[in-house]
């Protein structure tokens, strides 16, 4: 939120900012601190990847806004993921690791799905980002480990805790808070009338 606002993306709100961090703590308070903490190598680097994916998103999610005020969702998201593959090409012709692997039906059938399903939240991210302010975009994200949870329960494998309904609540409760402000206003940025039809 804070490059949004550096950047002049977003202009900042308390009750927008209390939001957020309700549902990051809704997160933090479901995920808690690993087992291992950080007195392991292993603790140390998970907590370093948490902590750079986040920012990474948080600057990606920043940097998309021009491209999205002039292109649409769908052509975007197509040319990132065009770029992602002749990254992954590379290198793999530089590590000399094969094209396509040798792999079971279920194991393709697994990659399709998950590459089909994460293709189609990226869109999805671009889509809010042309539309929400990035934090507000952000902040839905953490529907992500709640969801996640919810299955786990569904298919037997966790149980309902009082830990996970208190984070479900300070997650709803914290996207109720950053949107509120949201509801009536259009965000301010230049758009194309043509991306509204992708």
């Given at each position: 939120?804070?490059?949004?606002i ?31 903490g ?17 920012v990474i998103?948080a ?25 992602a ?35 189609l939240g ?21 529907l ?8 786990e ?27 509120r402000m ?7 940025s ?9």
């Amino acid at each position: 939120m804070g490059w949004s606002i550096a950047a002049r993306r977003e202009t900042f709100r308390a009750m927008k900012l209390a939001g957020v961090l309700l549902a990051v703590s809704g997160v933090g308070l479901l995920l808690g601190m690993p087992k291992t903490g950080l007195e392991s190598s292993s603790g140390v680097l998970g907590f370093g990847a948490l902590i750079t994916a986040t920012v990474i998103g948080a600057v990606t999610s920043v940097m998309y806004s021009p491209y999205l005020a002039r292109y649409s969702a769908l052509h975007t998201s197509g040319l990132a993921m065009v770029a992602a593959v002749m990254f992954l090409i590379l290198y793999c012709l530089l590590t000399s690791q094969p094209l396509l692997p040798s792999a079971s039906a279920v194991q393709w059938a697994n990659v399709c799905f998950i590459g089909l399903s994460s293709g189609l939240g990226y869109f999805c991210w671009l889509w809010a980002l042309a539309r929400l302010e990035p934090s507000r975009v952000v902040a839905f994200q953490a529907l992500g480990p709640i969801t996640a949870a919810g299955i786990e329960i569904v298919l037997g494998s966790r149980m309902l805790t009082l830990e996970l309904i208190i984070s479900l609540v300070m997650v709803i409760t914290g996207l109720s808070l950053a949107m509120r402000m949201q509801l009536g206003k259009p965000k301010l940025s230049v758009r194309n009338p043509s991306n509204d039809h992708s």
